[in-house]
């Protein structure tokens, strides 16, 4: 039960990770070249804070989660797809000539949301009802 054990920790810890994002929001142009390494386009200044404040927010609420019980199951698969969604875009732009590579300047998000993505599979193994519970009832 390692997984439901640690699940408050790791909620914390991912969610303040996740919520780093938030500074896409407040300034995209440092954030860019600071933690990716690309260049600023204004043209882009809504998408990238509209993604920086909505990455930022799912980190607030996955924190959220670790202490308000109600919320956990929502967010939690909420988040789940959200990264699944970031895994799958680095995962496919590999194969891409184009955009491949990009994925050097997200190896840490992949990292990130690869992680959690693990983490929250294995948490949903461990709560999943064994047929030996059914039986019991």
């Known amino acids: 039960m390692i997984f439901n054990r640690f699940l408050k920790p790791f909620l914390i810890i991912g ?3 996740t919520m780093y994002a938030g500074i896409y929001a407040i300034d995209p142009a440092d954030a860019l070249r600071e933690m ?5 386009d204004p ?5 990238i804070r509209h993604w920086g404040i909505m990455v930022g927010l799912m980190g607030f609420f996955i924190v959220m989660a670790a202490f308000v019980e109600r919320w ?3 967010i939690i698969l909420y988040s ?5 969604f ?6 496919s732009n590999h194969f891409n000539p184009e955009t491949a590579y990009l994925n050097q300047y997200f190896i840490p998000f992949a990292v990130t949301d690869i992680t959690i993505c693990l983490y ?4 949903w193994f461990e709560a999943k009802p064994s047929t030996v519970d059914y039986q019991a009832g």
């Open 15 to 17: 969610g303040l990770i």
């Open 80 to 84: 789940f797809l959200e990264k699944l």
């Open 36 to 40: 990716n390494n690309l260049s600023y």
């Open 120 to 123: 929250t599979l294995g948490y």
């Open 72 to 74: 956990r199951e929502p």
């Open 43 to 47: 043209s882009y200044v809504f998408l």
């Open 86 to 91: 970031m895994v799958y875009l680095f995962s």
